[in-house]
């Protein structure tokens, strides 16, 4: 079993701490007030379309030549395209969905370009996908502090996702509408949450950045790590 870092500990402790903060905002706030703070246009949206361009810029700061880091920064890019809604601003309705490519409502170059956009964006989380797997499964990612970090906003991901479309679902498909209350802690979470994975990626960042600096040191250096 893989021993949890002190980065580790420190990132979740924080994590359950905000996860509480963003209870206590869903369960006290009025609609309000809210409403517009957990928008499509308020400030946690907001700041998550600068997160992710900060660290979108970071990896390429970073190591612009890293194919990896060119994918992981162009990926962020596109998380930040996603939170501004980019992906439909050029568009008559979202690239992402099927019904964009089957109506005849929508220009037939709208749909060539939109589909060439999303089988790239498709591609790249695929790659990505293939890295990270291997990474966590073949190098051993998970027994450091970079990898248990990464872990976080990897998992993250998907549950933001699922909670994005979830009330959807319900109502198109199972005609079952939630109360307002469950709503209104389901889009804290899910807004919250998205602001704070860039976070935890650019933690993740600064900790391999710092790896990288205490392994580049040489050894009987006054900064190399060990006994003096």
Request: with cysteine; hydrophobic share 55%.
């Amino acid at each position: 079993m893989n021993k949890l870092s002190t980065a580790m500990r420190v990132a979740l402790a924080v994590l359950v701490i905000y996860a509480g903060y963003l209870v206590v905002l869903a369960a006290s706030l009025t609609p309000e007030v809210f409403i517009p703070l957990f928008s499509e246009q308020g400030p946690f949206e907001e700041m998550s379309i600068v997160l992710w361009v900060a660290l979108g810029a970071m990896l390429l700061f970073h190591d612009f030549r890293s194919r990896r880091m060119l994918a992981l920064a162009a990926l962020s890019f596109v998380f930040a395209a996603r939170e501004a809604d980019l992906h439909k601003a050029f568009t008559v309705m979202s690239i992402s969905k099927i019904k964009f490519y089957v109506s005849p409502d929508v220009p037939v170059m709208q749909k060539v370009v939109g589909g060439l956009v999303f089988l790239a964006v498709v591609a790249l989380i695929v790659y990505l996908a293939r890295l990270c797997w291997q990474y966590f499964s073949r190098q051993g990612g998970l027994r450091t502090p970079v990898g248990q970090v990464l872990l976080l906003p990897v998992l993250l991901l998907p549950i933001s996702k699922f909670l994005d479309r979830f009330s959807n679902v319900l109502r198109e498909s199972f005609n079952i509408e939630l109360s307002y209350a469950v709503n209104q802690f389901i889009a804290a979470f899910e807004e919250g949450m998205e602001m704070a994975m860039p976070v935890l990626f650019i933690v993740a960042l600064m900790l391999y950045r710092a790896h990288q600096r205490e392994s580049a040191q040489p050894q009987g250096s006054p900064l190399s790590p060990g006994k003096h």
